[in-house]
């Protein structure tokens, strides 16, 4: 869990004009962008009087500065380095250090790690043009669930209606929790208790520890229609915030597969329906448990051996 690698905000959402505040579960981070474009990240609790940094400011010279007494710090190291009214000659005890935290950033997300030693990520080449960030009053890991038993309750696709059924078993593919939901295009189908013909269907690959997922929605031939990123984390006070990015296929076959361009074709619902939710009947979600499990367990024998 510590050595995870959080997409925390998407790339425009931190910039060198105001410090932003994000959380990975009860650690609030400050998150900044210095001239060169790096972006730093500090734990948010400026080391004097706890004050958060990110309501402090970025100076010129690309480190933060507390908004309350001045103390300046060093994005990469969390070094004190200035203290309005003290002599440049002065040495500051190594105690007023802000924890620093590993960051790196791809594919339009920022990502940052709790563990600084921690190994890089995998880059991510290709940035998806839609993007948007919410936030969900409900727990990571039961939203997490309800993304597997419900994409309905968490998203929507333009057009399109999820059905209870899956196209094969949730399975471990590559490291991920993959499955494949059969789907309708909605009001032009008979409803899915009614009709077995599933013109579309939608794959997730989620990561078992952050749970972030790459979704893909294809159509009967299997050619690609949309893909999206979405990226929850676990904030403070139980809340989930999900940043999330993603495209349409520009060749897309069928008059409705060609709708999905017309309006939004894709969004990530800012709360949840918790009268449908708390009706919903575990199904995916349970294997996924278990086979999150698995692989955590396994995980940690290798790193063990
Ligand atoms: S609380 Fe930050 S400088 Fe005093």
């Known amino acids: 869990m510590a050595e995870a690698w959080w997409a925390v905000a998407r790339s425009e959402e931190v910039t060198s ?12 981070i400050v998150l900044w962008r210095d001239q060169q474009g790096a972006v730093h990240a500090l734990e ?71 563990d600084a030693k921690a190994p890089a990520p995998l ?44 196209l094969a078993e949730l399975a471990e593919h590559e490291g991920k929790l993959v499955l494949e ?40 031939g299997f050619r690609p229609l949309l893909f999206a ?3 929850p984390v676990p904030a403070a006070r139980g809340v989930t915030q999900i940043r999330w990015r993603a495209t349409l296929e520009d060749n897309r076959h069928g008059m409705r597969a060609k709708l999905l361009g017309a309006g939004t074709p894709f969004s990530v619902h800012s709360t949840i329906d918790g009268a449908a939710l708390r009706v ?8 996924a448990a278990t086979l999150r499990n698995e692989i955590t367990a396994r995980s940690a024998q290798t790193s063990a051996a």
């Open 17 to 28: 004009a105001k410090p932003i505040n994000v959380d990975i579960g009860d650690q609030p």
């Open 44 to 114: 948010d609790r400026c080391p004097h009087r706890r004050t958060p940094l990110s309501l402090g400011c970025v100076l010129g010279n690309g480190m933060i500065q507390c908004g309350y007494h001045g103390w300046t710090y060093d994005g990469a190291t969390g070094h004190l380095k200035d203290i309005p009214n003290l002599k440049s000659d002065v040495k500051f005890p190594a105690l007023y250090r802000a924890i620093p935290f590993a960051v790196a950033e791809s594919g339009g997300f920022v990502r940052v790690c709790l």
């Open 229 to 231: 990123t979405l990226a």
């Open 181 to 220: 939901r059969s789907c309708q295009w909605a009001g032009f189908h008979w409803p899915s208790p009614f009709s077995s013909d599933f013109p579309i269907t939608l794959r997730i690959a989620t990561d078992p520890v952050t749970g972030e997922c790459d979704l893909l929605l294809r159509d009967d």
């Open 123 to 166: 880059l991510v080449a290709k940035t998806l043009p839609l993007s948007g960030t919410v936030n969900v009053a409900l727990e990571h890991e039961h939203y997490i669930a309800a993304l597997f038993d419900d994409p309905s309750l968490v998203l929507a696709i333009k057009g399109v209606r999820f059905t209870p059924y899956l």
């Open 280 to 287: 919903l009947k575990p199904s995916a979600s349970i294997h």
